[in-house]
């Protein structure tokens, strides 16, 4: 019989405590239909992220945020100089989100350290809670922003230029945040400044129904599919509705439809692994007796194999290129994030913590990215799954019961535990 590790920290695991602070979480940027709204670097964020401190100071934990605004709440080890065993997610949300995604890995990874110091149980190495800048890339494209900068992955000033809908660019909204947040003790970005954590766990929701549908309690991730984003933007020749002749058109939504018919045609997959999304569409002028001169859409195309992402996401420039008569075409990457797969220790670990618990687990790949993916050259890295109701994310619906999120937390716990005594 596998032993838990850290019982009296597992048992001191609360899950009302957890709820409650996860429900004040989703009164900041509450939607209609118990839903969230809560873009990265805004005030709601900053708020949502004040809260967090003063839980976090609450308990003793040492606070501070790097240049990407990354936020980290520090537990220390018995020996202080040896690298942390780090966990949490992120707290900005879908502009259409649910009260789980993220957030509740942030929460976590605070109950679980919670539960160690109100358990006394001392570990070895320091733990960090961490919340990453702008993981899910709805306000600013791409996403994990935050965690692509602190593994070096991408150089921190590479996304400065980048807008959101109403022209503010990413580089002024978090120079002006790091100026609202220059209370907070601010340390260096990542390997650009410190040694690597000795591992990474992140808890989250599914996002999809398999751990429900089987029945199971945890999931014990084992890796994550490649994603990688476009925009495509198209430019013809306005006109009027009622009088240009159609053969003399520059119509950027024709060519549109005619870019997305044969990218469909590109992304066919009778197996249906390939994920293909085409979710934002902007019209200019936007009316309905002008012909459209500028089209903006934006490509979510993900695969768990790399040769499959790499040659049908290479194929997507020409396919564009291809399908215009008369207008011009730019089609730019955005996001090309590889399929990650995590080494063994991690996912051992958290299958061993499960089991010790009695819980029913279920080793699996996760369809959503998540920043954990660019934590993988660094270290040994893994995710806790929890089933999520219908496996419904990114929309007010989402849900998990609270006695899911505890037993993940609980997994959690007796992980860190586990690797910070390593
Ligand atoms: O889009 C994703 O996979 C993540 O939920 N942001
Ligand atoms: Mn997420
Ligand atoms: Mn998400």
Not at 350 to 378: N, W
Request: hydrophobic share 40%.
């Amino acid at each position: 019989m596998l032993k838990t590790v850290a019982p009296n920290a597992v048992a001191a695991v609360s899950e009302a405590r957890q709820w409650d602070r996860l429900m004040q979480m989703a009164r900041i940027g509450a939607i209609p239909g118990e839903g969230v709204n809560r873009a990265c670097l805004t005030d709601l964020d900053r708020q949502a992220r004040r809260l967090l401190i003063s839980w976090a100071k609450g308990l003793g934990l040492g606070v501070s945020v790097d240049a990407l605004g990354n936020l980290f709440l520090r537990h220390e080890g018995t020996e202080p100089g040896l690298p942390p065993v780090l966990t949490g997610s992120h707290m900005d949300t879908q502009p259409n989100g649910g009260r789980f995604d993220g957030i509740w890995g942030v929460i976590a990874g605070l109950e679980a350290v919670q539960a160690l110091r109100e358990a006394g149980v001392a570990t070895k190495r320091p733990i960090e809670v961490v919340a990453w800048t702008n993981e899910e890339g709805g306000r600013f494209a791409p996403g994990c922003m935050g965690s692509m900068a602190y593994a070096g992955f991408r150089p921190p000033n590479t996304w400065d230029s980048v807008t959101d809908n109403d022209g503010l660019t990413f580089g002024e909204e978090l120079r002006k945040h790091l100026v609202l947040e220059s209370d907070i003790p601010r340390r260096g970005l990542g390997v650009l400044d410190g040694p690597a954590p000795f591992a990474y766990v992140e808890a989250h929701i599914e996002q999809g129904p398999r751990l429900e549908a089987e029945g199971m309690d945890i999931g014990v991730v084992e890796g994550i599919q490649g994603s990688r984003w476009f925009l495509v933007e198209i430019a013809g020749k306005t006109d009027h509705a009622g009088t240009a002749p159609l053969s003399l058109r520059k119509d950027a939504v024709q060519d549109m439809v005619r870019a997305i018919t044969a990218l469909n045609r590109l992304m066919e997959d009778p197996t249906d692994v390939l994920r293909f999304t085409v979710g934002r569409i902007e019209v200019n002028p936007n009316t309905s007796n002008s012909v459209a001169d500028r089209v903006r859409f934006t490509i979510d195309f993900r695969h768990p194999e790399k040769f499959v992402l790499l040659q049908r996401g290479d194929a997507i420039a020409a396919t564009v290129q291809a399908a215009m008569t008369s207008c011009t075409a730019t089609v730019t990457e955005r996001f090309h994030a590889l399929p990650a797969r995590f080494e063994s220790t991690v996912p051992d670990a958290v299958e061993a913590a499960a089991k010790a618990q009695g819980l029913k687990s279920l080793r699996m790949p996760s369809g959503a990215f998540h920043d954990a993916q660019f934590l993988v050259p660094l270290c040994p890295t893994g995710m806790i799954f929890v089933p999520c109701r219908g496996g419904v994310s990114h929309h007010p619906s989402e849900y998990s019961e609270p006695h899911q999120l505890a037993a993940g937390t609980r997994v959690l716990t007796a992980v860190l535990a586990d690797l910070a005594n390593r």
